[in-house]
């Protein structure tokens, strides 16, 4: 009896394990961001430069969720509109941009929302949508390319300046954004982004391709 019993709790907890890679993958490969970004290593032993002057603000507002968005969860949310935002202990590379820009009193789920409500054929067509859904728009890195890109932020040069945004594509063509710091290892500057460990400050500007480079307004 009691090796039944045994045998029925080990099978039970096998089940409950398939159940949960069975969900896992499910979700890895129906996010509406795409799959996953993978968790990367991104240390250096070189030592870091700190900046002479005042960070820039976005560097600042970017900086101040280190330690407060603490993974990376890209869960489909309904939000509040406008001003709408996850929890801070949570999010994904674009809310890293969004909670930034929002602290200089740009709100891009609105901004986004607007534009594509007047030119929805002018964003990428990637994801099946026919209209606009503040919810998730401003939180894809596709279409924040095409709004900072529509707006004449965009950047044709590799001069890197503290409070800049960058895009890159990753392996399996995912898209990815952060921020420029003001801190730099060697001539490379630090990169603020939130790629799967919550929001960090990391050496990844020359680890992907590059995709875009973007100048706002806001410095």
């Known amino acids: 009896m009691k090796r039944k019993t045994s045998l029925n709790l080990v099978l039970a907890s096998i089940a409950v394990a398939i159940a949960l890679i069975t969900a896992a993958a499910f979700w890895f490969y129906h996010s509406p961001y795409g799959p996953t970004i993978p968790l990367i290593r991104t240390g250096s032993s070189q030592s870091i430069t700190q900046p002479d002057r005042p960070s820039p603000k976005i560097v600042q507002s970017a900086r101040n969720q280190i330690g ?11 939000l509040k509109y406008p001003m709408g935002d996850v929890p801070m202990k949570k999010g994904v590379c674009t809310d890293v941009i969004i909670r930034a820009l929002r602290d200089q009193n740009m709100d891009l789920q ?9 030119n929805f054929s002018a964003y990428p067509n990637r994801w099946g949508l026919k209209q606009p859904d503040a919810n998730i728009d401003h939180r894809r890195v596709p279409n924040l390319m095409t709004y900072f890109t529509r707006q004449g932020w965009a950047v044709q040069d590799t001069n890197y300046q503290a409070g800049d945004i960058v895009t890159w594509e990753l392996k399996g063509n995912r ?13 490379r500057p630090l990169i603020i982004h939130n790629i799967g460990l919550g ?8 680890r992907y391709t590059i995709t875009g480079h973007f100048r706002l307004p806001v410095q």
């Open 68 to 78: 407060k968005t603490l993974r990376y969860d890209s869960a489909y949310t309904k």
């Open 175 to 187: 898209p990815h954004i952060g921020i420029v710091s003001d801190r730099k290892i060697g001539d």
């Open 199 to 206: 929001t960090r400050e990391d050496d990844i500007l020359y």
């Open 110 to 118: 609105e901004l986004v929302h607007q534009d594509m409500s007047r």
